[in-house]
Nanobody
Framework: QVHLEESGGGLVQPGGSLRLSCVGS????????MKWYRQAPGQEREFVAT????????NFSGSVRGRFSISRDNSQNTVYLQMTNLKPEDTAVYYC????????WGQGTQVTVSS
């Protein structure tokens, strides 16, 4: 059974940084690309970033490119989202998921960017 658990969210001022973590279990983590999505109140869930199984391919949405980075530690079954220069419009619940699986998501972690 796939289980994903996000953590690391919180309240941060504009221009601040946060690092989100997502631990996956119930599947072969090292063989799956991973993705981060986010959902702001009243909006659709949107793509943020993705990383291939071995980390040799990454991609970002245009709204976060240059500010966010994604990495993974397959020995810890963990994918990270490093967020810098945060803006109020980054406020959302952030979710992680695996490539090819749109049915299993974690509970999400809230990121609030506000002064």
């Amino acid at each position: 059974q796939v289980h994903l658990e996000e953590s690391g969210g919180g309240l941060v001022q504009p221009g601040g940084s946060l690092r989100l973590s997502c631990v996956g279990s119930g599947f072969t983590f090292s063989e799956k690309g991973m993705k981060w999505y986010r959902q702001a109140p009243g909006q659709e869930r949107e793509f943020v970033a993705t990383i291939s199984a071995h980390g040799d391919f990454v991609n970002f949405s245009g709204s976060v490119r240059g500010r966010f980075s994604i990495s993974r530690d397959n020995s810890q079954n963990t994918v990270y989202l490093q967020m810098t220069n945060l803006k109020p419009e980054d406020t959302a619940v952030y979710y992680c998921g695996a490539w090819g699986d749109d049915d299993n998501w974690g509970q999400g972690t809230q990121v609030t960017v506000s002064s």
